[in-house]
Nanobody, 114 residues
Framework: QVQLAESGGGLVQAGGSLRLSCAASGSFFSNNAVAWYRQFPGKQREFVAR???????TYADSVRGRFTISRDNAKTTVYLQMNSLKSEDTAVYYC????????WGKGTLVTVSS
């Protein structure tokens, strides 16, 4: 059973930074594409960033230039570095990967106070 676990959420002032982490069980994770999504209250989850197996990255327009997705050297954890946070970034952030089926973490709450 694949499990994804996010961490690093919390309360931060506008303009501040947070780094989210996504760890997974299973050796497949080290070479699998991973993405971050977020969900605002009452809204559907929206794409934030993706790290492909090639190492290429993709970002939503709303976060490009402020957020960075990366993987640690051991390839056991994927990060989302979030800088210049805005109140509109307040959401629950989810880690996602596909390995025969969709896998989601339980999410971590990011709250940005203005």
């Amino acid at each position: 059973q694949v499990q994804l676990a996010e961490s690093g959420g919390g309360l931060v002032q506008a303009g501040g930074s947070l780094r989210l982490s996504c760890a997974a069980s299973g050796s497949f994770f080290s070479n699998n594409a991973v993405a971050w999504y977020r969900q605002f209250p009452g809204k559907q989850r929206e794409f934030v960033a993706r790290l492909a197996t090639s190492g290429s990255t993709t970002y939503a327009d709303s976060v490009r230039g402020r957020f960075t997705i990366s993987r640690d050297n051991a390839k056991t954890t994927v990060y989302l570095q979030m800088n210049s946070l805005k109140s509109e970034d307040t959401a629950v952030y989810y880690c996602y990967t596909f390995w025969g089926m969709d896998y989601w973490g339980k999410g971590t709450l990011v709250t940005v106070s203005s």
